[in-house]
């Protein structure tokens, strides 16, 4: 991935995505204020609706995609996958889903993240994109499989094909986890998958919410899958983290568009 600076803005494209309108915006070159500042656009943690706004137009002007048809999902920790093909009247989210696929040409799709996994997948040869959100819930329960299975039944999409981007996310080194969180992700993933880390000093359990997630993508034979490697806990500086920051954050964007 590189990193594109323009504005005041500040963000991250995949290389070889050229045809792809696309985005991981850091929290630089926006309004936000306080807690917030400055490129924050959720629009349910406090800050100021109108800076909001502005802020979500400043990611668009960007990379100039058509601001009027961008569509987001009420988010929920689920793994349900809509599809999108045009806009709702009267408001920005589609449905309560945690996925969001669409070959649909200038219908940017865009999503809010503070320390859960964004997960980007393209298809070229079908020229289908979509964008998911995966805290630990979405991740045990298989965000990134409802993304693949309902490209390949809408869309005829070859999991060879797909090529994946893990964005900006905590990092395992600074996501401790209860008991109940352990037995799920081995419920799902098994133990030998090794994605739970335990400290030697008092047992307490750390999960690797990048592997387990590349993992489940490559279970369903998507083998082109990138890891930003970037954590929002040891990042404050560029991007929103909500346990870095004791829930007082903002939310960064990411946004794709055909």
């Known amino acids: 991935m590189e990193r594109v600076e323009q504005n005041g803005l500040a963000y991250y494209r995949h290389e070889t995505w050229d045809n792809l309108k696309h985005g991981v915006f ?11 500042a400055s490129l924050n656009v959720g629009g ?3 800050d100021d ?9 400043k990611m668009y002007e960007a990379l100039d995609v058509n601001a009027e048809c961008a569509v987001t999902t009420w988010l929920v920790h689920g793994v349900d996958t809509v599809v999108a093909t045009q806009p709702v009247v009267g408001r920005r989210w589609l449905a309560k889903a945690d996925g969001v696929v669409t070959n649909r040409k200038d219908l ?17 040869k079908k020229e289908v994109i979509a ?12 965000m990134g499989t409802s993304l693949v299975k309902t490209m390949q039944h809408f869309y005829d ?6 090529e994946v981007v893990i964005g900006p996310s905590i990092s395992q080194e600074n996501y401790q986890v209860g008991e109940e969180v352990v037995d799920a992700v081995i419920e799902y993933y098994g133990e030998e998958a090794g994605l739970i880390r335990r400290d030697p000093s008092d047992d307490t359990a750390y999960l690797d919410l990048w592997k387990a ?8 034979g998507v083998s082109q899958v990138s890891t930003m490697g970037i954590c929002t806990f040891d990042n404050t500086q ?20 055909l």
């Open 26 to 36: 850091t929290r630089h070159g926006g309004v936000s204020k306080s807690y917030w």
């Open 44 to 46: 349910t943690n406090g």
């Open 49 to 57: 609706v109108d800076a909001v706004r502005i802020n979500h137009d």
């Open 108 to 124: 940017p799709l865009v999503m809010r993240y503070a320390d859960c996994v964004p997960l980007l997948a393209y298809d070229p």
């Open 131 to 142: 964008l998911g959100h995966a805290g630990w819930r979405g991740t045990v329960n298989g």
């Open 157 to 162: 999409c070859v999991p060879e094909d797909i």
């Open 213 to 220: 997630n590349q993992l489940d993508f490559e279970r369903q």
């Open 238 to 257: 560029d991007f929103f983290s909500h346990r870095g920051e004791k829930g007082k954050t903002g939310r960064f964007g990411v946004v794709m568009s």
